[in-house]
């Protein structure tokens, strides 16, 4: 296979853009396109002041890196979930991030220990919560999305960017589609907009294939850790993304049709409806985020020890 643009040796053949590049123009092209999906869905200026949630992993990673290249101004955080699974996987995600950060002279790192400023790492307050009924993913979301806007907030940033790319967001997609989780597709989108003390949000990696970021962090000697984190061994949104990326060799650029389609529909009003109306926001009494129900917000209780168990659908609190 030939570089479309030079004719050496293409590093990538990107069937559902019909497009091959060597190793100097497919990270050219990857960083464009980049910059188009930030301007297409209006995400930031260069006035804007960007939160880069970090894991260690490629995607965050990658998007750290093209967003400088870019000319942004991109910091980062950490949050040290204290997670082990037997090969010590908050830390060496962390030594990644930390590798990163010292490769790139100028940038801000900030990092949020989980255990060191709430008392309990991510499995033992899960522990605590659940009673090993669940994986902690569910308080996990809930923890992380919290010190996301916290941070955002308290530090001046105006934009918090994820590393989510079209296969992360296809398989929920597929998800909310066969539960016809009306509430979370309606939320489903490359830009949540500011709202209610909550910082915006955008994925500027939505409409990019993995294998496409993987390549861009190898291409660019991206050095992130290979392991998923333990807990989603075996999860759900995997079973998903095996089968789409099945559907996708049948038949190229499924999952980008799939999700596009998606966005216009969203965009022709189709999503955006809510048939029971704006849903009412309410300050949390103890940290000021913004919460569904009036009290104390979910990411307050899992700190309340001795109440009663938590039986509210955290993700109400998205
Ligand atoms: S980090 Fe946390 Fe994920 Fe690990 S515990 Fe689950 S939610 S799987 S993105
Ligand atoms: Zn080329
Ligand atoms: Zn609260």
Request: hydrophobic share 40%.
């Amino acid at each position: 296979m030939r570089c479309r643009k030079c004719n050496r040796h293409a590093v990538l053949n990107m069937r559902q853009h019909k497009l091959a590049l060597c190793e100097e123009h497919f990270p050219e092209w990857f960083i464009s396109y980049t910059e188009r999906t930030i301007r297409r869905y209006r995400m930031f200026d260069r006035d804007d002041r960007i939160l880069v949630a970090v894991s260690g992993g490629k995607d965050s990673l990658s998007l750290w890196d093209v967003l400088l290249r870019l000319g942004y101004t991109a910091d980062g955080l950490y949050i040290d979930l204290g997670i082990d699974g037997g090969f010590g996987y908050s830390r060496l995600s962390y030594e990644k991030v930390q590798a990163f950060v010292a490769a790139h002279p100028g940038v801000q790192l900030h990092v949020v220990n989980v255990a060191g400023l709430y008392g309990e790492t991510i499995p033992e307050v899960a522990s605590r919560k659940l009673r090993g009924r669940d994986k902690p993913c569910a308080v996990c979301g809930l923890i992380k999305r919290h010190e996301m806007n916290r941070v955002a907030q308290q530090e001046g940033y105006t934009v918090l960017a994820t590393g989510h790319n079209l296969d992360d967001e296809v398989a929920v997609l597929l998800s909310n589609v066969l539960h016809w989780q009306t509430g979370y597709l309606l939320r489903q989108a490359p830009v949540l907009v500011e709202r209610d003390g909550m910082a915006r949000k955008v994925k500027p990696f939505c409409r990019s294939y993995e294998r496409e970021v993987a390549a861009y962090a190898l291409v660019q000697g991206i050095d992130y850790i290979y392991e998923e984190c333990p807990y989603a061994v075996g999860n759900l949104t995997n079973f998903y993304k095996d089968l789409l990326a099945r559907l996708e060799m049948e038949s190229p650029g499924t999952k980008l049709q799939f999700y596009q389609g998606f966005l216009k529909a969203r965009e022709e009003g189709f999503f955006c409806a809510d048939a029971q109306g704006p849903v009412e926001m309410h300050p949390c009494p103890r940290c000021g985020q913004p919460t569904t129900v009036p009290g104390l917000c979910a990411f307050c209780r899992l700190w309340e020890r001795d109440r009663m168990q938590m039986n509210a659908d955290w993700n109400a609190d998205i």
